[in-house]
Nanobody, 122 residues
Framework: VQLQAFGGGSVQPGGSLRLSCSVSGRIFRINAVGWYRQAPGKQREEVATITRGGSANYANSVKGRFTISRNNSEHTVYLQMNSLKPEDTAVYYC?????????????????WGQGTEVTVSS
């Protein structure tokens, strides 16, 4: 199973970006997925998570500005980021809990994508 994140880039404050994360491989089911970020010199932090049923949670710092969504049939999760601030600058990682098609149905594996860089600067 692989996660591939893309969509990062450089934007000015107030701008928008949409990150995507595609999950591929021997997938039976994808459970909760999430976006995390790590700024230079800081620990990785949770940005947003979404359950398979679509229930989302957000870090207080991004509430009202970011929206997480998913397409279960296409095994893809998105993060729409609006009103970006310089403090949003970080490498963004996607994470997924996956039930593999070649493993026990009650065993969940945790996977991370490679990260995509977001820079917000004027």
């Amino acid at each position: 199973v692989q996660l591939q994140a893309f969509g990062g880039g450089s934007v000015q404050p107030g701008g928008s970006l949409r990150l995507s994360c595609s999950v591929s491989g021997r997938i039976f089911r994808i459970n909760a997925v999430g976006w995390y970020r790590q700024a230079p010199g800081k620990q990785r932090e949770e940005v947003a998570t979404i359950t398979r049923g679509g229930s989302a949670n957000y870090a207080n710092s991004v509430k009202g500005r970011f929206t997480i969504s998913r397409n279960n049939s296409e095994h893809t999760v998105y993060l729409q980021m609006n009103s970006l601030k310089p403090e949003d600058t970080a490498v963004y990682y996607c994470n997924a809990g996956v039930i593999r098609s070649d493993s026990d149905i009650d065993r969940e594996y945790d996977y991370w994508g490679q990260g995509t860089e977001v820079t917000v600067s004027s």
